[in-house]
């Protein structure tokens, strides 16, 4: 179970010879030192892509849904390390929620952008908070990092099994306003603010196994909500991690 407890970006390269501990620290997890894809001894480029953890209007009352980020792509080669968000509010009176990071890989298929999840991470029960807090983006199963410009993050409130599918769901647990804010995103004047989600009617009891497609419309398994419906969004949660320097 994996349920344990597009495009020029605004980047700032980060020497982590020597604070490659203080990095951790503000990436808010220790589970993040064991990750051996990063080297301390190495120089990164940061990456955040995604909005600003922020508070917002709204937050679901739909379950166990599927959260897309639309406004920009993962740098290639990007070492992802922590998922950050704001949920400080509850419409359905829960305190805790569930949040499992994903990651995906888009293409367009008979005109449609079709997003197939390409990593899934290990989930998480959240609580209520009025801070921001940051969760490890730690991909257990798929590919754990982009190798191409064709790759965004999401997630599920959910806590799923190997197979993807969820075992614990739970209600919206990162803020959102509606429609999508104006501006550029995390990434950088090339970005937006531009999410989309699935709709618990429409798509009841989404899953995310490896492959799983997302989309507008055209061959995908689950559809998000039409902007005729409702219009794009804007979530509070944004992907961190770093790239080794060339």
């Known amino acids: 179970m994996l349920s344990t407890d597009r495009k020029r970006r605004n980047r ?16 808010g997890s220790r589970a993040m030192a064991g ?14 892509e995604g909005s600003s953890p922020t508070h917002r209007s709204y937050v679901d009352s739909w379950s166990g849904q599927v959260y897309v980020y639309l406004g920009g792509a993962l740098p290639v080669g990007t070492n992802l390390l922590a998922f950050q968000y704001v949920f400080d509010s509850t419409d359905v009176g829960n305190t805790t929620g569930y949040i499992t990071p994903l990651l995906f890989e888009y293409t367009s298929v008979d005109g449609y952008t079709v997003y197939s999840v390409a990593g899934v991470g290990k ?26 410009g064709n790759f965004t993050f999401g997630y599920i409130n959910a806590l799923v099994n190997s197979s993807g599918a969820p075992v614990e769901v739970s209600p919206g647990s990162v803020d959102f306003d509606v429609p999508a804010d104006a501006g550029q995103g995390e990434g950088g004047p090339a970005t937006t603010n531009e999410w989309a989600a699935t709709a618990n009617l429409a798509t009841p009891n989404p ?22 419906v409702t219009p794009s969004r804007t979530y509070s949660a944004q992907a961190i991690g770093v790239i080794p320097a060339q």
């Open 12 to 27: 700032k390269t980060i020497a982590l010879v020597c604070s490659f501990g203080l990095l951790l620290t503000a990436l």
């Open 35 to 48: 990750d051996k894809s990063v080297n301390p001894a190495t120089t990164y480029t940061f990456v955040a």
């Open 123 to 148: 989930g998480f029960e959240v609580e209520l908070s009025s801070a921001p807090h940051k969760i490890p983006f730690d991909v257990i199963v798929g590919t754990k990092v982009p190798t191409s």
């Open 207 to 228: 899953t995310v196994s490896l492959g799983t497609t997302y989309g507008f419309g055209g061959p995908v398994d689950f559809t998000f909500v039409p902007p005729s």
